[in-house]
């Protein structure tokens, strides 16, 4: 008897790309990170970020004091004494990074103590003087990078700051002539009509210091700078004396 043709066998079609099982997709590129896995890593994950705080969106860490935190940005706004919104917020920054700034000595103190004198066996063994030193290179490039931030800050402040008062005397030189010019008309003088926003007591104690000045100015060149009669008739003599004569 004779064996029966098998029945052929269809080729498979070739997948298509969305096809493919959804565990290709899904899966890990080797060889890259995918972060903590385990409960003990993902716990020292997050110490990690919030340990030194010089990233964080809050300025002040759970353990530093509120009260020397404003006390400190009050120093700010008192030496720069900001006028326009603009200036309060490169005013905030200056201070929010340098109180940042101001942490990290004390970090890294901390680093090299718990380096230095563990409280245990196991603790020494967590954290030797190589991690130590790891961690403090990492505060050291926080540390450049707060310091360049508050000096690109501070370049601005004073830029903004030294561009408004500028703006401010040429406008108040501007008010003060024209209140003197009212003035020897007999006229009141508004400066809101001219769209000053200073109050007439301002530009009239503006007016007076020019004044002022201008006096000064002129009794410094008579005092110092200009010489005396006889001085002066004695150096005419003097430069005669010396000229070859005919």
Wanted: proline share 9%.
């Amino acid at each position: 008897m004779t064996n029966p043709l098998p029945t052929p066998i269809p080729n498979p079609q070739p997948r298509t790309n969305h096809q493919q099982p959804a565990t290709n997709n899904q899966s890990p590129t080797p060889n890259r990170s995918t972060g903590p896995r385990t409960a003990a890593g993902k716990q020292r994950s997050s110490q990690n970020a919030i340990t030194h705080g010089l990233t964080s969106r809050s300025p002040v860490l759970a353990t530093e004091d509120p009260a020397a935190y404003q006390q400190h940005c009050r120093q700010f706004l008192d030496e720069y004494r900001p006028a326009t919104p603009t200036e309060t917020q490169l005013t905030q920054e200056l201070a929010d990074t340098a109180w940042r700034l101001n942490r990290v000595p004390a970090l890294e103190a901390a680093l090299l103590d718990r380096a230095a004198n563990p409280p245990t066996e196991q603790a020494a063994i967590g954290f030797d003087i190589v991690d130590a030193h790891r961690a403090l290179a990492t505060l050291g490039m926080h540390s450049q990078r707060l310091s360049r931030q508050f000096q690109k800050s501070l370049d601005q402040l004073r830029d903004i700051q030294a561009e408004r008062r500028l703006q401010q005397e040429r406008d108040l030189k501007r008010a003060a002539a024209l209140l003197e010019l009212y003035k020897h008309k007999g006229l009141s003088y508004d400066p809101a009509q001219d769209g000053f926003v200073f109050s007439k007591d301002e530009i009239e104690a503006f007016s007076q210091r020019l004044m002022r000045l201008n006096q000064s100015r002129h009794i410094e060149h008579v005092l110092f700078h200009m010489q005396p009669p006889i001085q002066r008739e004695a150096a005419r003599a003097a430069n005669a004396s010396s000229e070859p004569q005919p």
